[in-house]
């Protein structure tokens, strides 16, 4: 089975996603992915935990959520880029930063999240997928499977 691969910025971490073709991609516009990724949202995939390959030194910070929920974040050891996330909410799924993914130019932003914290400058698509907060799971998996 082809792979998609990525990895952090300095190269230590790399991964593969056992996929055929680039996964469908969702912007968060969360306060959090913001603090996070130190930009206007952040960009992510769900995947198969079974579906992920990591290679590299790996650093682990865990944290409650305010559902009560385990949010893990891994990121590089040595340039901290975060990589990808598991959350006891949904066992055996992982939220894989979709910027570190080799071909990250390539991707298509099919739906956007927490658009009632996205920054007032930011136009989204005409017809897009949003939601003002989190997304039901059901409604975001059938707009990731419409790509």
Known sequence: MPKIQGGCRC?????????????????CHCLDCQTW???????QTFQPEAALTVSGPIV???FTTPSGSTSTQRMCGVCHARIYNTNSARPNVVVVRAGTLDRSNELRVVAHLWVKRKQPWL???DG?????????VAELMQALTQR
């Open 37 to 43: 990724s130190g930009s206007a949202f952040s960009l």
């Open 128 to 136: 897009a997928p949003a939601w003002p907060e989190s997304a039901p």
């Open 60 to 62: 682990v910070y865990e």
């Open 123 to 125: 136009t989204l698509p």
């Open 11 to 27: 190269g230590a971490v790399r991964y593969t996603l056992a996929l055929d073709t680039l996964p469908p991609i969702y912007a």
